[in-house]
T-cell receptor
């Protein structure tokens, strides 16, 4: 199972793009990259996932490098409500694999 | 609301009490999970139920006893807990292959006194 590495903390100005990196250099071909976030004292919330291609939804964009060894979650216009811990997880397609949530990146959006 | 409902939201219990945490989902998911999150620590997986059978039990002390009567409901029965068991207990659900992600409840904040 691929281990992911994220910076422990980042900060971003409100209204600017927040770019959260994740390294997953040992990711295998059938492992998807998932992103979740956890706002203080709430349950984690699914954001987005992808395999090879870049993905975009109403919450964020996911950019995966061509070699799939790293990815970046982009919040295009960060708001104060985006302050949270962001988790990057590598998960194989199918099967009963249960992902492990590490310490993630604590993103603070400031005014 | 995420579609996964946990009750109660807050619980204070003595070390000799017996209480239960409840989790309910009507998302059509067939796997349910209990996680524990202590202050400033990562999420710890406790139990996994897939198709109503327990498939994972991560060396959790016997004072925590899960129950999954059907695919929509999950309980965590608590008895003779210790103060160090105070934490946020989170329930999640997914399809059994987890391919479309996990939906978490808002958690139960448990304090053992």
């Amino acid at each position: 199972d691929a281990k992911t590495t994220q910076p422990p903390s980042m900060d971003c100005a409100e209204g600017r793009a927040a770019n959260l990196p994740c390294n997953h250099s040992t990711i295998s071909g059938n492992e998807y990259v998932y992103w979740y976030r956890q706002i203080h004292s709430q349950g984690p919330q699914y954001i987005i996932h992808g395999l090879k291609n870049n993905e975009t939804n109403e919450m964020a964009s996911l950019i995966i490098t061509e070699d799939r060894k790293s990815s970046t979650l982009i919040l295009p216009h960060a708001t104060l409500r985006d302050t949270a811990v962001y988790y990057c997880i590598a998960k194989p397609s199918g099967g009963s694999y249960i992902p492990t949530f590490g310490r993630g990146t604590s993103l603070i959006v400031h005014p | 609301e995420t579609g996964v409902t946990q009750t109660p939201r807050h619980l204070v219990m003595g070390m000799t009490n017996k209480k239960s945490l409840k989790c309910e989902q009507h998302l059509g998911h067939n796997a349910m999970y209990w996680y524990k999150q202590s202050a400033k620590k990562p999420l710890e997986l406790m139990f996994v139920y897939s198709l109503e059978e327990r498939v994972e039990n991560n060396s959790v002390p016997s004072r925590f006893s899960p129950e999954c009567p059907n695919s929509s409901h999950l309980f965590l029965h608590l008895h003779t807990l210790q103060p160090e068991d105070s934490a946020l207990y989170l329930c999640a659900s997914s399809l059994s292959d987890g391919n479309y992600g996990y939906t978490f409840g808002s958690g139960t904040r448990l304090t053992v006194v």
